[in-house]
């Protein structure tokens, strides 16, 4: 049961629930977390060639450090995990890594937003529960 748990991660400290969560998870059944981060590279393409390296540079390197805490934090509880960092738009490299790899549940974490700041910002959480079959274990994450 849930042996391959999938946990995206942005690297925000209001993620730390979430992933907390799929620790939990996976060594309670013996499962391997997926941890990921993606480089949402859609959001860049007014900015100047310089602009988005820089960004992108940053973007990378919050991801790989999200992912590598992630590694960590599975290594001290003894749960087997696998990282990648992906590029795209989120909700997308999710769910396609999710059917590339077996994933068996999603954990995610969520604001809770609703209303003009939902509609501004859009919610990663929510298109992969719209596009899934797979279980979502949603967690609401303080701000």
């Given at each position: 049961m849930?042996?391959?748990i999938?946990?995206?991660?942005?690297g925000?400290?209001?993620i730390?629930?979430?992933?907390?969560?799929?620790l939990d998870?996976?060594?309670s059944t013996?499962?391997?977390?997926?941890?990921v981060?993606?480089?949402d590279?859609?959001?860049?393409s007014t900015?100047s060639?310089?602009k988005w390296?820089?960004i992108?540079?940053?973007?990378?390197?919050?991801?790989?450090?999200a992912?590598?805490?992630?590694?960590?934090?599975a290594d001290e509880?003894?749960?087997?995990?696998?990282?990648?960092?992906?590029?795209?738009?989120?909700?997308?490299?999710?769910?396609?890594?999710a059917?590339?790899?077996?994933i068996?549940?999603?954990?995610?974490g969520?604001?809770?937003?609703?209303?003009?700041?939902?509609?501004?910002?859009?919610?990663?959480?929510?298109?992969?529960?719209?596009n899934?079959?797979?279980?979502?274990?949603?967690?609401?994450?303080?701000?």
């Open positions: 849930y042996g391959e999938l946990v995206p991660t942005d925000s400290p209001e730390e629930d979430a992933i907390a969560e799929a998870l996976a060594a013996g499962g391997r977390i997926h941890a981060s993606v480089v590279t859609r959001e860049y900015l060639d310089a390296l820089t992108e540079r940053d973007r990378t390197e919050r991801g790989e450090s992912i590598a805490d992630v590694r960590k934090r509880r003894g749960v087997p995990v696998e990282t990648e960092l992906l590029r795209g738009i989120p909700h997308e490299e999710i769910l396609d890594y059917d590339e790899n077996g068996e549940v999603v954990v995610m969520t604001h809770g937003r609703s209303g003009v700041e939902h509609f501004l910002n859009g919610s990663v959480t929510e298109k992969v529960i719209r899934s079959t797979l279980p979502i274990l949603v967690v609401r994450v303080t701000a």
